[in-house]
């Protein structure tokens, strides 16, 4: 009888053409057209960002568009979604605070996304939530 679950080995079909350097990945799809993003993530664990100046950034070659998190909120994209739903023991949905894309005024992490591009961006500093 052989092992199941927790450290039991698992055949994967894709390791062959990975290990053999016949892997095809997203980097190497090149479409007519295609764009890409860059994301500037926060050096803070906690700021308020006050201000993002993107008109240095729109003027280089190349860029399509420099987005920010309010601009995010402004046009109503909605939230990241849970990967999962998970239900209370009496049966109702899980309660889930907003979490957009991008920052829109306060970043909450080191290394949250709050622009699409190499903006200038001022933060201040706030205290670290305990």
Not at 65 to 89: E, H, R, Y
């Amino acid at each position: 009888m052989g092992v199941e679950g927790i450290g039991a080995s698992v055949v994967r079909k894709e390791d062959r053409r990975f290990t053999t350097g016949k892997g095809r990945y997203v980097d190497d799809i090149k479409l007519m057209g295609m764009t890409h993003a860059q994301f500037i993530r926060s050096p803070h664990a906690h700021a308020k960002v006050k201000s993002i100046d993107t008109s240095a950034a729109m003027k280089m070659p190349g860029v399509v568009a420099v987005l920010t998190g309010q601009q995010i909120v402004d046009d109503k994209v909605g939230n990241l979604i849970c990967g999962w739903a998970i239900t209370s023991k009496d049966g109702t949905p899980m309660k889930m605070g907003a979490w957009p894309a991008m920052a829109p005024e306060t970043v909450r992490f080191v290394g949250q996304a709050r622009r699409s591009s190499p903006a200038r961006r001022s933060f201040t500093p706030r205290p670290p939530a305990t």
